[in-house]
């Protein structure tokens, strides 16, 4: 297993990198030619290779524990570079602009982490408190710091259909307005699904994955994982029966 290097060294990489960035935009003319809105695309293509190279990975050992060589990190670990480079390049696009670095970048993100753990960094550190409650906690802060006067604002447009669901029903459970039981999903789901084909349009069919998305909730469960794990099994499966 890798271990971390000394601070010092750590430091230089980033710094090298950060260097490396800088060349890139000053004499690659793809390079020079970007923004933020035309990396848009790119970056996004990089955050689902991350989730692809997560998916390759074995099941987690318990923590702490050694998994064999390989098994996928290195897929993984070329994956995060890349989104790396990104984060870099944004902050030297806005450093441009005279508006942040990338140490500044560090040091917001640093700061906002400490305040949102209080159960770690504050007075009260070391106490334990279940996930449940820290989940809501965590969002009543981010609603105080950001003056946000809906539990639902913030939430982005651009999130995918699933995963924008199981986001505003974890807003609203964290904020006490959690609109429903397991149970309640379940009967509400089996009501869907008794609807004549005469009457099922895309409300139907809206509020029929947003009941499931409330089992995936209640069970712990990502429902966008889910389906694409789904999804990767039912390819895997037309291929065999196409060799067939």
Not at 38 to 58: F, K, M, N, T
Request: with cysteine; net charge negative; proline share 5%.
């Amino acid at each position: 297993m890798n271990s971390e290097p000394p601070p010092g060294e750590f430091a230089a990489a980033l710094v090298r990198f950060g260097e490396l960035v800088a060349t890139l935009r000053a004499e690659c003319p793809w390079d020079r030619s970007q923004t933020h809105r035309s990396l848009r695309r790119h970056l996004l293509e990089e955050v689902y290779e991350v989730l692809e190279a997560i998916d390759g990975l074995p099941e987690p050992a318990e923590r702490g524990g050694a998994t064999a060589a390989g098994e996928g990190y290195e897929h993984l670990e070329e994956e995060l570079g890349d989104l790396l480079f990104h984060v870099f390049f944004h902050a030297t696009l806005a450093a441009e602009q005279g508006q942040f670095t990338i140490g500044d970048v560090v040091r917001q993100v640093d700061a906002k982490l400490r305040r949102r753990h209080p159960h770690v960094f504050g007075p009260a550190a070391g106490g334990d408190g279940d996930e449940e409650s820290l989940d809501a906690g965590w969002e009543q802060i981010k609603r105080a710091e950001k003056g946000r006067a809906s539990a639902m604002d913030g939430i982005p447009e651009v999130l995918p259909a699933l995963l924008g669901a199981l986001k505003v029903q974890k807003r609203a459970e964290a904020a006490g307005l959690d609109r429903s039981s397991e149970s309640a999903a379940l009967t509400r789901l089996r009501a869907a699904l008794d609807v004549p084909a005469a009457r099922r349009d895309e409300g139907w069919l809206g509020s029929l994955l947003f009941e499931v998305v409330e089992l995936a909730r209640h069970s712990s469960l990502d429902p966008e994982s889910a389906l694409r794990a789904a999804s990767k099994e039912a390819r895997e499966e037309f291929r065999r029966a196409e060799e067939i």
